[in-house]
């Protein structure tokens, strides 16, 4: 099972990123999918979660009305879009996988790590001026 973060780098304040998260050796319907972000000297916070059978998502209060969490089957990928990029928006973003029957309420899979059994190894996103 591997999951591998695309799409970080400097991204300027008020513009908009998309993070890719691609996955191999599971299946997506089996499993909730979550982005996390840890920016410095800060602890990882969850950022957004899927559910790989129907698509439903789950935002935290940081990003509501600014992401958007996608799924692609066909490439075994999720998106994480985020517009009106700020400043406190400067982490690492990691996505995590975790099977679905460890927790049937999704909003509970963005306070903690512990229901996710697998971890990329995460991509930096810097935000400037």
């Known amino acids: 099972v591997q999951l591998v973060e695309s799409g970080g780098g400097l991204v300027q304040v008020g513009g908009s990123l998309r993070l890719a998260c691609t996955a191999s050796?599971?299946?997506?319907?089996?499993?909730?999918i979550g982005w996390f972000r840890q920016g410095p000297g800060q602890a990882r916070e969850g950022v957004s979660v899927?559910?790989?059978?129907?698509?439903?998502?789950s935002y935290a209060d940081s990003v509501i009305g600014r992401a958007t969490m996608s799924i692609e089957k066909s490439k075994n990928t999720v998106y994480l879009e985020i517009s009106n990029i700020q400043f406190d928006d400067t982490a690492v973003y990691y996505c995590?996988?975790?099977?679905?029957?460890?927790?049937?309420?999704?909003?509970?899979?963005?306070?903690?790590?512990?229901?996710?059994?697998?971890w990329g190894p995460g991509t930096q996103v810097t935000v400037a001026s």
């Open positions: 899927i559910r790989g059978d129907d698509g439903s998502t």
């Open positions: 050796g599971f299946v997506f319907d089996d499993y909730v």
């Open positions: 995590g996988a975790g099977k679905r029957e460890t927790l049937w309420v999704l909003n509970l899979w963005l306070p903690s790590q512990l229901p996710y059994d697998f």
